[in-house]
């Protein structure tokens, strides 16, 4: 059995177990064994890892570890990010296109009230996501660890909080979406762009308090889904005041 040291830098250490926090970890293994391997067999998947240091040099995820190697192991913040393509000087270089996995409904709905383009079904089987995020070149969001480690998996995110509202700050302050946010421009149901449209075409289908008190419209041409600033829209500028407001804030 051979045995190298590993260190986690940041945020990562919140993804190891409360014992191996900030601190020298040392891992037996076998010959031949990934860096990627031994880094996901500790439980952070590969898409959370922004650049790997053996001895001082940068590897990348093929990287066969040798016994005595001193590893240092960042996340995948955007000025470290060096592995996932994502990143260039600090920057997104890909689009922010997302989808999520079956548990994340609300989410998706919040992330298409801030104009953002996401992907989801609650019937996906985990090969029909990971198809989908390779061939359409989607980040994949999830709570799922050992999906996010399928190898063919380029761009990901391990969401940390079980709240809706806290997982939209987390993926604005990720990704810094936040100059890209455009509210109430998506369909919350379908994620199609969202267009306007007069109110004489559409009539027919307009309760008669509607009919009388709106006059502005908009609707979705994947499902046919009517939008107007009824009530249930002032809700929504509610809440998306509060989650932009906390994520403009929040760390400074």
Sequence with gaps: M????????????????SRDRQRQLYIGFNERQSIKHIVESLGIPHTEIGSLVVNGHNVDFGY?????????VYPAIPDLDKLSGMFKDGQLIIE??????NHLGKLASYLRMCGIDAIYRNDYHDEELVQVAV???????TRDRQLLMRKIIPYGYLLRSLDPERQV???IRRFDLFKLISPFHRCLRCNTPLEKIEKEKIIDRLQPLTK?????????????QIYWRGSHHKRMENLLFRILGSATTEGI
């Design 2 to 17: 051979e045995e190298a040291k590993i260190t986690f830098y940041d945020e990562l250490n919140d993804l190891l177990p």
């Design 64 to 72: 066969l570890v040798q016994s005595g190697d001193d590893i240092l």
């Design 96 to 101: 922010p296109r997302f989808i999520l996995d």
């Design 135 to 141: 061939q359409d070149q989607r980040i994949l969001l």
């Design 169 to 171: 700050i987390e993926i």
């Design 212 to 224: 009388k008190y709106f006059q502005e419209f908009h609707h979705c041409r994947g499902c046919g």
